[in-house]
DNA sequence: ATTTAAAAGCGACTATGTCGCATTATTAGG
DNA sequence: CCTAATAATGCGACATAGTCGCTTTTAAAT
C-alpha cells in the first residue's frame, strides 16, 4: 500500500495550500483548475487524513471540512485546537488556541472536534 | 406565532427525556410509539431549539442530536459544554465539563460545538 | 360554534458522502 | 526500455440527512 505521486494528489494539496484555510470538497472542486471526480477527491483528501498531512473538521453545517496539518507528526496527530467557522465568508479556519479539557474517570478520547462559529475578524 | 401544545411535541421531548442523553430524528423515530413524519419532527425538534428547551449538536458523523438544556435560561443559552460520542454505543452526551477559550480579537462567537469521539466508561 | 393560524402530513428535492467495479497510470524490476 | 503489479481514478449508483412548498388538520381563542 504505498502511496504514489499523482497530479490529482498535487492539485488537491496545491490547492488547499494556496487557501490557507479549511476547505470542503465542493470548495476544493470549484478552485481546482483540472477536472477531478467528485468520489476521487474525497479519496484523496482522506488519504492526507490517514498520512497526517490534513486534518478533518465537522463543521456545524455537517460537512467535512479539510486542512493542513501544521507540526503534527503522525504518532501524535490530536488537532486539540479550535477552529473558527465564519457565518459570513464561510470560511473555516484554524485557531492557535489548544483545546485543553478533562474528561470523566473511564472515558477514552480519540478525537477532538471543536468548532466555533461566527463572525470572523475581517467580515466584522 | 404562539406555540401549541400537540401529541407530537409531547411524545418526542418524552422520548428525549426518558433516553437522558441526545438523540438524533432516526433514533427519536425509532423510539416514539406514535408514527411521526420524518420532516414534522425536524420541526418540533428545531422550534424545541429556538426556545431554549433543546440544543443542537453536530458530532463527527455530521448528524444533528439533540439534547434536553439543563438550566439554560433563553438570553444565555450558550451551551459551552463538552459533548461524548462513543464509537461503540453510539450515543452522544452531555459532559459537565465547561468549554474554555480566549479568541483573538476582533472575532465574535455565536455558537460553540464541541465534541470529543471515543470509548465511554460503560463501553471500555 | 366559528375562526385563524400554528402544526402536521406528504412528496419532492438537494446535497453530502460512500461503494463497487472497470479502467488507467505510476512505479519497480528485469 | 518493456512489463507486471497494484495504486489511483472515473463512473454510476446508492444511502442518508435535512429542507421546502403546499395542502390538510387541529389547537385554542373569541
Redesign the pocket.
Known amino acids: 500500500?504505498?502511496?504514489?505521486?499523482?497530479?490529482?494528489?498535487e492539485a488537491v494539496l496545491s490547492v488547499i495550500t494556496k487557501a490557507g484555510q479549511a476547505m470542503?470538497?465542493?470548495a476544493i472542486e470549484g478552485e481546482i483548475s483540472i477536472?477531478?471526480?467528485?468520489?476521487?477527491i474525497?479519496?484523496?483528501l482522506?488519504?492526507f487524513c490517514e498520512d497526517g498531512v490534513l486534518h478533518k473538521v465537522i463543521a456545524e453545517d455537517?460537512?467535512?471540512y479539510f486542512a493542513l496539518c501544521d507540526g503534527c507528526d503522525k504518532t501524535h496527530q490530536k488537532h486539540q485546537h479550535f477552529h473558527f467557522k465564519c457565518t459570513v465568508c464561510e470560511t473555516l479556519e484554524c485557531l492557535p488556541n489548544e483545546v485543553n479539557f478533562s474528561i470523566p474517570r473511564g472515558y477514552h478520547v480519540e478525537n477532538v472536534n471543536c468548532v466555533l462559529t461566527g463572525v470572523c475578524k475581517k467580515c466584522s
Open positions: 500500500m504505498k502511496r504514489r505521486n499523482t497530479p490529482t494528489k470542503s470538497q465542493d477536472d477531478i471526480n467528485r468520489a476521487t474525497y479519496r484523496v482522506n488519504r455537517g460537512k467535512q
